[in-house]
């Protein structure tokens, strides 16, 4: 089988890629390296550096993709607050640069795109566990970016036939996130502040809590959606642990000292309920957030 995984040296894609190596199947990558690593990228993948947002894209990628069961477009300037800063390049790549890689697929005759979505469209819920008809209301444009990356995998099932199927992700963590830079979790960043030595530091009361999904978790997400033999036709799953964490408690999972920061704008709370993919795909969350904090912990101590 060939597939693609587009931002296939991110944080999530290359994990992806990896896991679809290991089962013996053929992988092409395609990432501009903006947020990416080419160290990640599996020597056993076809690398090819582009731009999703190239004006060339639609032709650059359909040709790429020539024979391509599956994509997984995984790309994306990930992140609310640096999306506030910056929308307008945000939505270049998560909007124009989504609706340019859903053309090219569409040109190539794929017969799957798997995209990474966010649980970031639901904005301030007040339903917890959270389902996938909860209403959406996105408080930053990176929210309302990957909305609308839905919106259009399902439009392209609709009007052109491309099956398509949306994953909302909450809160990954694990081994290869970001460990520098403006794109890095929570996690990674108390990280890094426990190995200094320094406070962490946190917005608002730190009461804030997150359901926080490892990302072997989520890669088996994606090649199950991937692998799904009948039609989807742009369904939306919850990709979540399915329990959450106030930030208060992940700071103490650290230990050491805190230090406020500021008050920001941000969902009160996250929590998924992930019945929806249990039963479609029979998907099972294996993380364990604690535990992997225990060995993070001592590795960066190591």
Known sequence: MKHAVIGGAGFIGHHIVNKLIERGDEVIVIDNLSTGY??????????????????????????????????????????????????????????????????????????????????????????????????????????????????????????????????????????GMPIEGAYRTVISIFGEQYKNNKPLTYTNDGSQHRDFTYVGDVVVANILAGDFRDHLNGDVFNVGNGNSYSINEVMAMFGGPTEFLENRIEPSGTLADNNKIRNKFGWEPKGNLPLFIEQYKKDLKS
């Open 38 to 175: 080419i160290g990640n990228v599996n020597e056993k993948a076809r690398f090819h550096h582009f731009d999703i947002t190239s004006e060339v894209a639609v032709k650059v990628i359909s040709d790429l993709l020539n024979g391509v069961d599956t994509v997984y477009l995984t790309a994306a300037l990930a992140r609310v607050q640096p999306s506030m800063i910056d929308p307008v390049t945000f939505n270049k790549v998560n909007v124009e640069g989504v609706l340019k890689v859903l053309e090219a697929c569409r040109y190539a005759k794929v017969r799957r795109v798997v995209y990474s979505a966010s649980s970031s469209a639901y904005g301030e819920t007040n339903v917890f566990p959270t389902h996938e008809n909860a209403p959406t209301g996105p408080l930053s444009p990176y929210g309302l970016q990957k909305y609308i990356g839905e919106q259009y995998c399902t439009l392209y099932s609709q009007i052109f036939g491309l099956d398509t199927v949306s994953l909302r992700y909450f809160n990954v963590y694990g081994e």
